[in-house]
């Protein structure tokens, strides 16, 4: 290998390409729901990913070995039914036109916590997807009884050439596969230390073949979700949580502080349920209600705490569902949900896909946790309120998981990775 420039690998204009690709593959994402500009973003990212192997190869005098080690990738490449229609699809913009891409939606009507199954139409091309949804759902019957209402329509862009994937997912194989031909080029190519001298290669996301982190939940960014009930787009509501400092809650809930006394570090799920789920009481009773709240763990001990806004049964099924696409963004592998429920307070109750139905239902604080290894543990504990708004807490329960469905779209993300 020929000396260079320790501030310069001799694969840096490569590198520099493969980080175009990045920012047009985001720029086309954030275009998806305008047809216009997502043609134009789509056509200059499939002519930069087409061009990070012929800035590569311009590369070949400054390595021994080359030739060799690239023709193993050009036949992989070639074997690529995605990377072959890459080629095609370049060819094709830069000589013809435009791609012959149809627009599709996926429509499915929410109505229980398990995926709904979706019809499948073509939706004109240059129209706003939102009006296109608000036009569809005024033309739906009025007699449908609707437990839910929430209307799911995912939009997805397909080219005639490659008609079995959507379009950005297309691309993000493509990135993929432009990574890993980078990341072996630095491995392959280099010799000894010169590997650690270069800084792409030593500040890279070893995502072992998984997206990035700005690659994930794709799908939840193609889906606009409709209230059928009122008519109105639905968009993530999160609250901030305000976290207490030691001495505001020693002063705020000082008569809890002492019936709990100091508490050890959670070595387990249900032991962090446990503890959360005392705090969970005491602030109940202290302040006379407990807002949806949730808390997500990760495998390095960080935990978030998120607020959900529920007003409705429309709201609480879109909210977990934008919390489960969060979750797949970011990689938590623990969900701890606390929240005031209605209950069956009569035997004359019946369990149905959506909750509960009953003629006589009171308040409960219930908590729900869960992690991707398949743990589940639920906590329920009845409360009354008096004239004056007082807590009296009930019979507190330990419950089966199997009859609770909530966490159903937050399982399936987990399940995906395994």
Not at 207 to 222: A, I, L, T, V
Not at 354 to 375: C, H, K, M, R, Y
Request: aromatic share 10%; hydrophobic share 35%; glycine share 6%.
């Amino acid at each position: 290998m020929t000396t260079y420039n320790n501030l310069q690998c001799p694969l840096a204009t490569t590198e520099k390409r493969l980080s175009d690709c990045m920012n047009l593959w985001l720029e086309t994402k954030d275009n998806y729901f305008e047809p216009e500009h997502f043609r134009l973003s789509l056509n200059n990212c499939i002519q930069t990913m087409r061009n990070v192997t012929f800035v590569l190869q311009k590369t070949k005098s400054e390595f021994n070995n080359f030739k060799n080690w690239y023709g193993g990738w050009q036949e992989k490449l070639r074997k690529d039914n995605i990377m072959r229609w890459l080629i095609s699809a370049r060819n094709h913009v830069v000589k013809k036109g435009d791609l012959s891409t149809s627009s599709k939606l996926r429509i499915s009507v929410v109505e229980t916590w398990f995926a709904p199954p979706y019809i499948e139409i073509d939706a004109p091309p240059f129209i706003e997807t939102e009006d296109f949804i608000k036009a569809l759902a005024q033309s739906m019957p009025r007699n449908a009884e609707l437990k839910v209402g929430l209307l799911r329509a995912e939009r997805r862009w397909i080219d005639e050439q490659l008609n079995k994937y959507e379009l950005l997912e297309a691309l993000s194989h493509v990135y993929l596969m432009l990574y890993e031909l980078l990341l072996d080029a630095h491995e392959s190519l280099y010799y000894g230390d010169d590997l650690l001298k270069c800084p792409w290669y030593t500040h890279h996301d070893p995502s072992g073949g998984q997206y990035p982190e700005w690659m994930k939940g794709q799908e939840w960014d193609r889906i606009i979700w409709l209230d059928l009930n009122t008519g109105q787009i639905l968009r993530p509501v999160y609250f901030p949580v305000e976290i207490l400092d030691e001495e505001e809650v020693k002063r705020h809930y000082a008569d809890s502080q002492q019936r709990n006394g100091k508490r050890e570090k959670p070595k387990n799920l249900k032991e962090e349920a446990d503890m959360l789920f005392e705090g969970a009481k005491n602030i109940l009773v202290i302040d006379g209600y407990h807002l949806p709240i949730v808390f997500l763990g990760y495998p390095n001990g960080h935990r978030d705490i998120v607020g959900l806004q529920m007003l409705d049964r429309t709201e609480k099924h879109f909210a977990i569902r934008s919390l489960a696409a969060d979750i797949e963004r970011t990689g938590a592998t623990s969900v701890i949900f606390i929240s005031e429920v209605w209950v069956s307070s009569t035997e004359n109750y019946r369990l149905t896909p959506v909750g509960v139905e009953s003629p006589g239902l009171g308040e409960a604080l219930q908590l729900i946790a869960a992690n991707a290894e398949g743990e589940a543990y639920i906590k329920r504990i009845l409360f009354t309120r008096d004239k004056d708004g007082k807590i009296d807490m009930g019979e507190e329960l330990t419950l089966s998981d199997n009859v609770y469905n909530i966490l159903a779209p937050i399982k399936e993300v987990w399940s995906k990775r395994r």
